[in-house]
C-alpha cells in the first residue's frame, strides 16, 4: 500500500508545472524591490544595512505576578555596525539588565580566522527567584 500512495503523489506532483527559477528571485536584503501587494503597488527603496540602530521601548503588564511585580518597563537599543573596510563588525543589544554585545575583525582578510570579542550580561539570580516564588520582596520584611 506505502509504494501506490508514493506512486499516487509522483503523478500528482507530475501533472503541475514546475516553475523556473529566473521566473523569481528573492531581492537581497538592502536591495531596492517593486511588487504588488493586495492589488496595490508597492516600492521599497534600496537601504544602506552597514549601520542600523533599533530602539524598542514598552511596558509589561502580569496580572499574575506577586504584589509589586505586575508592571514593569521594558526596552531595548540595537546597534548593529559593519566597518568601513568590511574588516569587522559589531552587533549589540543593550537592556541595562540584560546585554549581548559581539564584535569581530577579520585577522587575515576573508581566510576565515577571526579575532571576536563577546560580553553577555544576564538578570541576576535574585530577579528571577522573586517573580517565581515571591522570595525577597520587600513585604517580607
Known sequence: MPVRAGAAVLVLLAAFPVARADDHRTPRAGEAVKGTLFGSEVEAPSRDRRKITYLNAGAVLVPDAPEGSTFGPMGGLYLWRVGADDASRLRAIVAVISN?????????????LSLVLALDSLTPPWAARRASTGAGSPRES
Open 100 to 112: 549581548e554585545v559581539r564584535w569581530d575583525r577579520s585577522a587575515d582578510r576573508g581566510r576565515g
